[in-house]
């Protein structure tokens, strides 16, 4: 079975400084990857995805992620935030045999942009 | 646009009654799912459907029901059996035959206890 966690719960960050939200997953099979962001009292948009080839993908909004097989990792990055960026954030993790009919989330980072 | 559609927006049970929240999509997708979120808990699968007229238990099924009689339909029912069903529920759909195709969600529905 699959899990993910992402340990950072919150992470407050300036407005136009980078930020890094963690994300670790365990699998005995390879996996595909993928962050959503979920705005309050919406549902979850994909913001990027890990299938295969290469290991940085990027996404919307100047979002970017690093697959690492070794460290099993995906963490995802920006370089400089902006306000509308303050939202939770969700790292999922789905096996290439059952694909995405079973997606597994973490808890979710809650980042919050200040002035 | 194609997407997924949710109603109601918020909901609110009374002790002992059963509620209903709709969950339409014209994204002509195979599998539909039903996901709880519970604040630092993250999405919990509840059922899922990959065809009409099946449907499968997910992680926390008790307390909840589901029909899969149309393809663009997955109701979900949250029964009086439900003790705790102040929540935020996500409906989701994704293409059966395309393994790595990630889940489109809808907008939710926030129920709340009177």
């Known amino acids: 079975a699959q899990s993910v966690t992402q340990l950072d719960s919150q992470v407050p960050v300036f407005e136009e400084a980078p930020v890094e939200l963690r994300c670790n997953y365990s699998?005995?099979?390879?996996?595909?990857l993928f962050w959503y962001v979920q705005y309050p009292n919406q549902g979850l948009q994909l913001l990027l995805k890990?299938?295969?080839?290469?290991?940085l993908v990027k996404g919307i909004n100047g979002f970017e992620a690093e697959f690492n097989k070794s460290q099993t990792s995906f963490h995802l990055r920006k370089p400089s935030v902006h306000i509308s960026d303050t939202a939770e954030y969700f790292c999922?993790?789905?096996?290439?045999?059952?694909?995405?009919?079973?997606?597994?989330f973490g808890t979710g980072t809650r980042l919050t942009v200040i002035p | 646009d194609g997407g997924i559609t949710q109603s109601p927006k918020y909901l609110f049970r009374k002790e002992g009654q059963n509620v209903t929240l709709s969950c339409e999509q014209n994204?002509?997708?195979?599998?539909m799912y039903w996901y709880r979120q519970d604040p630092g808990q993250g999405l919990r699968l509840i059922y899922y459907?990959?065809?009409?007229?099946?449907?499968q238990k997910g992680d926390i099924a008790e307390g909840y029901s589901v029909s899969r009689e149309k393809k663009e339909s997955f109701p979900l029912t949250v029964t009086s059996a439900q003790k705790n069903p102040t929540a935020f529920y996500l409906c989701?759909?994704?293409?059966?035959?395309?393994?790595?195709?990630?889940?489109?969600f809808g907008d939710g529905t926030r129920l709340s206890i009177l």
């Open positions: 989701a759909s994704s293409n059966r035959d395309w393994n790595n195709q990630p889940q489109h």
């Open positions: 699998s005995s099979v390879s996996v595909y």
């Open positions: 890990y299938l295969s080839g290469s290991t």
């Open positions: 999922a993790v789905s096996d290439m045999r059952t694909g995405a009919n079973n997606l597994f």
């Open positions: 994204l002509n997708h195979d599998a």
């Open positions: 459907s990959q065809i009409v007229n099946d449907f």
